[in-house]
């Protein structure tokens, strides 16, 4: 076993969908340097791209995530963002998650904002703005 992380191999993994090994992977060099950005930032990739991949079989499937899909993506990108504040699609994908199936428009609204800090664009942006501004007013 190699001793340094190849990214290379990291890619390989992330291209095949292999999304838990690229995890435990990434992490299993995390732990022995914990200061390095890039394994921080790959291990808070892979666990962001992991989501969005069940996030599209949920659609696929015209099924809504279950309530133990939702608590594994919530917790995958809640690392994800600890490991790497700036990866604006962890916050946009806990944005969509509070919002489309939590139905938490105030918890999706500031993981929207943090995504739109960061410069994030996404083509479903204003739809996803005008549903969180429908679920807090429902609130007030």
Known sequence: MSQEFDSMKFGRML????????????????SKNTGNTELREAAA??????????????????EPPSPRQLDEMVRLL?????????LADAHWNLAVIHARFRKDGKRARLCLQRAKDL??????MHALDELIDELVDELD
Request: net charge negative; aromatic share 8%.
């Open 78 to 86: 809640e690392l994800a963002v600890e490991l790497e504040p700036g």
């Open 119 to 124: 410069d994030y664009r996404h083509r479903m």
């Open 45 to 62: 990739r892979a666990r962001t791209a992991k989501v969005e991949i069940m996030m599209m079989e949920a659609e696929r499937a015209h």
């Open 15 to 30: 291209a095949d969908r292999d999304y838990d090994v690229a995890i435990a992977y990434a992490d299993r060099f995390r």
